[in-house]
């Protein structure tokens, strides 16, 4: 085939192909209009997962009659003049092509009105060509109605799923509009039903309240004010928002919502900023619920990445991914939950279903505790605010494997296996910022034979292994000689020790560079930690509840799991039918 150059209309739909995926990316884009325009309320209307309608209607300042032919033409837009303006850019539009591409593959109508126009003016096009003008009696505000989406492309027409999928896709995009846009007035219809209504008061928090619910909600940590040095001022970003308690988590990474200068990103930095956050609070492999804004001056963002405008580069990228992780740190250490056996519950149903949860109703079985009776009655109106633990009276020791303790306000049940594992865990982290991990030697030193793939991980954290004190020296084929160990490993075989440590860290596959020294350090403190099964004296336990109380995160151990079961006395109270 000869080169030649496509006609004008094959063109504006494959152009259009970039901007409008599915019914939700014009939903998409006439709301980011309707936002541009100013609007307080926005109805969004749709039927059959948008293929047959959807209609957008706000109350903003509305287009001249003279441009609104205009405003279909590509490349056409109020919002830039110039290249330097995307600089600077305050819009969520600035490309001037998406409604060129929505009228290329629908048909439009739009109506609009400014306020100070006695009428306004209605446009109609089919397939990118405008059929007709009139003028028409409304309100102020903008109108747009697309009906009948890719009639005239056939192939994407046949890669949409069904209308439940694109109406899911539908309601997923609205919800984060409404988040970043608390003080407007969402409201989203889908085939005649009212499937959400945000207040548009302004407040984040009830526009989750209406999409999560109370329960939800009450997991829900408001990120503290940050206080900037001054050296960061020129790439300055607030975060704020809301991100979930260590109780709440699921599968998947898409609870995590993300927002810079208001506009809805997908970013792969930022999440993991936020994953890491919660670095040994969550079980592995789950992942938090976060809604989390940055703002930051427009000329530190590039948001011209990509033609659906989901993606953003920072110019200072390292800077904004510390602040969004020290910020949710800090939230998580200030204001963080204990285990869930101590939130409320409200219709006797266990208020969290994660599998913390499960962890609770297995000891409470265990102890011969009506576990059911116990979960339901589990009412606490008071969640200690500060992760720190209270001074604790230790009472005994249960089942070999429990420390029961008092609390100023209730009881507390730890699992001094969890527990050990967490004060190691901080304690060597302490010691090895500061390159100081107390050793052992071993006089003699020993020999350990390894299988390949123990030495494989050997070979591969041999620096992280020195620095915690292992002192290892190859001694032919898969033997080494173990001259010298970390003092808390020193008590019993250390060559076992050092085994099973390998083992373990093997079994998990190749570690995430990022993570491979606290893998290994948690790694040796799980490894060091006394066991379940294991007699302690009542000053054992003194001292392991005195070094728990020292740690910034006591309620859980490395791995995510609960390190102790709480009940206030109000809940007491209530269980024996006091109150
Ligand atoms: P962009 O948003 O990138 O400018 P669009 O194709 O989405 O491009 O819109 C083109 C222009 O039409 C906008 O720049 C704006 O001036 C006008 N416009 C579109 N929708 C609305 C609306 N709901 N209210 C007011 N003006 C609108
Ligand atoms: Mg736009």
Same mark, same amino acid.
């Given at each position: 085939m000869p080169i030649h150059v496509l006609p004008p209309e094959v063109a504006a739909k494959i152009a259009a192909g970039e901007v409008i995926e599915r019914p939700a990316s014009v939903v998409k884009e006439l709301v980011e209009n309707a936002l541009d325009a100013g609007a307080r309320h926005i109805r969004i209307e749709v039927r059959e997962g948008g293929r047959r309608l959807i209609r957008v209607s706000d109350d903003g300042s509305g287009i001249a009659r003279a441009e609104l032919s205009l405003a279909f033409a590509r490349h056409a837009t109020s919002k830039l003049r110039s290249l330097e303006d995307l600089e600077r850019i @305050?819009?969520?539009?600035? @490309?001037?092509e998406a409604l060129a591409s929505i009228a290329a593959v629908s048909r439009v109508t739009m109506m609009s009105r400014q306020a100070d126009s006695p009428s306004g003016a209605i446009i109609h096009l089919e397939g990118g060509v405008q059929t007709h003008q009139t003028e028409v009696g409304m309100a102020p505000g903008t109108v747009v109605t697309v009906e009948n989406l890719f009639y005239n492309v056939p192939a994407r027409l046949k890669f949409l799923k069904a209308p439940a999928t694109e109406a899911g896709h539908i309601h997923r995009v609205v919800t984060r509009y409404a988040m970043a846009f608390p003080e407007v007035r969402f409201h989203l219809r889908m085939d005649g039903r009212d499937v959400l209504q945000t207040s548009g008061d302004g407040s984040l928090y009830n526009v989750l309240l209406e999409l999560f619910g109370p329960e939800t909600c009450r997991q829900l940590l408001a990120l503290p004010e940050q206080n900037l040095e001054e050296s960061e001022i020129p790439s300055r970003a607030w975060v704020s928002g809301y991100v979930g308690t260590p109780t709440l988590h699921h599968a998947q990474r898409d609870h995590i919502t993300l927002f810079v200068n208001r506009r809805w990103v997908q970013d792969r930095l930022l999440s993991t900023a936020i994953v890491q956050a919660y670095h040994t609070m969550l079980p592995n492999g789950r992942y938090p619920m976060a809604v989390v804004s940055v703002t930051l001056d427009? !000329?530190? /963002?590039?948001? *011209? /990445?990509?033609?659906?405008? *989901?993606e953003v580069k920072f110019r200072d990228q390292h800077t904004v991914f510390r602040i969004v992780q020290e910020t949710v740190r800090r939230a998580l250490l200030e204001k963080g939950s204990i285990s869930p056996a101590m939130l409320r519950s409200e *219709?006797? /149903?266990? !208020?969290t279903i994660v599998p913390s949860t499960e962890v609770g109703w297995r000891q409470l079985a265990h102890f011969g505790f009506e576990a059911q009776r116990t979960l339901d009655g589990a009412g606490a109106e008071e969640v200690p605010s500060q992760s720190r633990l209270p001074v604790l009276r230790v009472l005994g020791q249960l089942a070999l494997t429990y420390v029961i303790a008092e609390g100023p306000d209730g009881l507390y049940l730890i699992d001094q296996h969890a527990a050990h594992e967490r004060v190691l865990f901080e304690e060597v982290k302490r010691q090895w910022a500061a390159a100081v991990v107390p050793t052992q030697q071993l006089l003699p030193p020993s020999l350990v034979e390894l299988t390949p793939g123990q030495a494989a991980v050997l070979e591969a954290e041999r620096a992280t292994l020195a620095r915690l004190g292992f002192e290892i020296e190859p001694f032919g084929g898969y033997t080494y000689r173990l001259r010298a160990v970390p003092e808390m490993l020193a008590i019993g075989d250390p060559a076992m020790a050092l085994r099973d440590i390998l083992s373990e860290l093997a079994e998990g596959g190749v570690p995430l560079m990022r993570h491979a020294d606290e893998r290994v350090i948690t790694t040796v403190c799980k490894r060091a930690a006394i066991k379940a099964g294991q007699v302690l004296s009542l000053q054992e336990m003194q001292e392991l509840v005195r070094r728990l109380e020292q740690c910034q995160a006591p309620r859980t151990c490395p791995h995510g799991r609960p390190t102790m079961l709480y009940w206030s006395a109000a809940q007491l109270a209530r269980e024996f039918g006091r109150i």
């Open positions: @305050r819009t969520l539009g600035f @490309r001037g427009p !000329s530190e /963002v590039d948001v *011209n /990445v990509h033609p659906a405008k *989901n *219709n006797g /149903v266990p !208020s």
